[in-house]
């Protein structure tokens, strides 16, 4: 897989779907190749976390630089299984387990108050203060039958969210 969208085989399209557990049709994968390879500036195969950058929506976003770990040097493959996890037709278990890497800041398995307060900080700002957020995360955890002191796993995640209404959807503009 090249960088070049006549190099993308219909062996290429099956194998990257079958790689995001069927999330995407092979008219998206195509798309999501040709803009793979717009984004690959230096034609080398993989998308650099900078190179991530360039999209707008990416650049704003408040958790971009959270994100950086996940993206930088991503190939085709994992570029469209790190996209399909905004699919509407992802599983929710996708979902949460990348929810839950983005919140596992140290990749240690275990989120700690600490990681899901730097989380809420980047996403308020300067909107609300300090002990705000802590008031507010404290709440939250007690609520889901946790305290500050509980190390949330990936199952404590998907049991807090796999039964909400969790919308994490992009489109794919297929030409």
Not at 102 to 125: C, H, P
Request: charged share 25%; net charge negative; glycine share 6%.
């Amino acid at each position: 897989m090249g960088n070049s969208s006549s190099m993308l085989t219909q062996y290429d399209i099956e194998e990257v779907q079958d790689h995001c557990s069927n999330t995407f049709s092979q008219q998206e994968i195509v798309s999501l190749y040709q803009r793979f390879c717009q984004l690959d500036r230096n034609g080398c195969g993989f998308i650099s976390a900078e190179e991530f950058m360039t999209v707008p929506e990416f650049a704003v976003n408040p958790l971009s630089q959270r994100l950086f770990r996940m993206l930088d040097g991503l190939n085709f493959k994992e570029f469209v299984a790190f996209l399909s996890s905004f699919s509407s037709r992802a599983a929710m278990q996708q979902k949460v387990e990348f929810i839950f890497r983005v919140y596992d800041s140290d990749g240690n398995g275990k989120v700690t108050f600490n990681e899901m307060l730097d989380i809420l900080r980047d996403l308020t700002g300067q909107f609300i203060s300090e002990q705000q957020r802590e008031k507010v995360l404290g709440h939250v955890l007690e609520e889901a039958g946790y305290t500050k002191d509980s190390l949330l796993a990936q199952s404590d995640f998907m049991m807090i969210l796999g039964n909400s209404s969790l919308k994490m959807e992009v489109e794919v503009p297929v030409d």
